[in-house]
């Protein structure tokens, strides 16, 4: 296994819902195929609907290997992170590259931390889709006071990993 493979199976952020919200599939991409794998396959309601897969990513192992890895959508093939992209290149060396994949870990399990201590506990939905819905509560009235001051820290480590994500994982072409 080189370098880059154990980079990425020491991260795992693109599909376990700390990057991303879903993954869109090409109109050249078998949904049907993709359903045989065990994958669940959802359509988007706009006037020309758009097959995806919500993230996290049903294929993601606890070991962050892909379970359909030669079958992927090609959002998956083509995705490199920034970290990956500068270890590659040299820019950075693997040790500082495995550091910056450990600090957005970090970032990422305080956010889910304080998702669970605001009530939101559906880990089949991407942190983003949980962030939107625990403030949607709380826009609503819907959550306690101790709810309600953690959804405070959630908010400020939110934007903390994402503005880490815009700075460190993706890269023009993600944009």
Same mark, same amino acid.
């Given at each position: 296994?080189? !370098? ?13 819902? !700390?990057?991303? $919200? ?7 991409? !078998?949904?049907? $195929? ?91 939905? !991407? ?49």
């Amino acid at each position: 296994m080189n !370098s880059g493979e154990q980079l990425c199976l020491a991260c795992g952020m693109c599909c376990d819902g !700390s990057l991303f $919200d879903n993954v869109r599939l090409q109109p050249e991409e !078998s949904a049907e $195929d993709l359903k045989r794998l065990g994958m669940p396959v959802k359509l988007s309601r706009a006037k020309l609907p758009v097959a995806f897969l919500r993230q996290p990513c049903r294929a993601l192992g606890e070991d962050c290997a892909c379970a359909i890895y030669s079958q992927r959508p090609a959002q998956c093939r083509s995705f490199e992170c920034g970290v990956f992209k500068e270890a590659q290149s040299g820019a950075i060396s693997y040790e500082e590259a495995h550091r910056l994949v450990k600090q957005g870990r970090r970032k990422a399990d305080k956010v889910r931390k304080l998702l669970v201590a605001t009530g939101e506990t559906d880990e089949a939905l !991407s942190l983003g889709a949980r962030f939107r819905r625990v403030q949607r509560w709380v826009q609503r009235g819907e959550v306690d006071a101790e709810a309600g001051a953690s959804f405070a820290a959630l908010g400020l480590a939110m934007h903390k990993l994402d503005l880490f994500a815009h700075e460190k994982f993706y890269t023009e072409e993600d944009a």
